[in-house]
Nanobody, 115 residues
């Protein structure tokens, strides 16, 4: 079992910044890819960013050059630094990983960007 706990969400004005954190615990050996997803009201959950254990990252086009994903492997924590936030970034943000063929999700953290 893997537990994921997100933190760092909140309300911010457009153009502002937030930093999300996701701490993994439990049986975390062999975890490689960790990712951030988001789901806005009435929309499907979408991938925001992923990062491998070796630090290779990729981003959705909508957040490239504004969001940065990073990882602290010894602490099995992944971060999402979000800058130049836009109202359309408003969503519940989820941390996710996969281990032994099972996908794990955190409970989500709300990010609201006001115009």
């Amino acid at each position: 079992q893997v537990q994921l706990v997100e933190s760092g969400g909140g309300l911010v004005q457009a153009g502002g910044s937030l930093r999300l954190s996701c701490a993994a615990s439990g049986v975390i050996s062999s975890i490689n890819v960790m990712g951030w997803f988001r789901q806005a009201p009435g929309k499907q959950r979408e991938l925001v960013a992923i990062i491998t254990g070796s630090g290779i990252s990729d981003y959705a086009d909508s957040v490239k050059d504004r969001f940065t994903v990073s990882r602290n492997n010894p602490k099995s924590t992944v971060y999402l630094q979000m800058t130049s936030l836009k109202p359309e970034d408003t969503a519940v943000y989820y941390c996710s990983t996969e281990r032994a063929g099972i996908n794990y999700w955190g409970q989500g953290t709300q990010v609201t960007v006001s115009s």
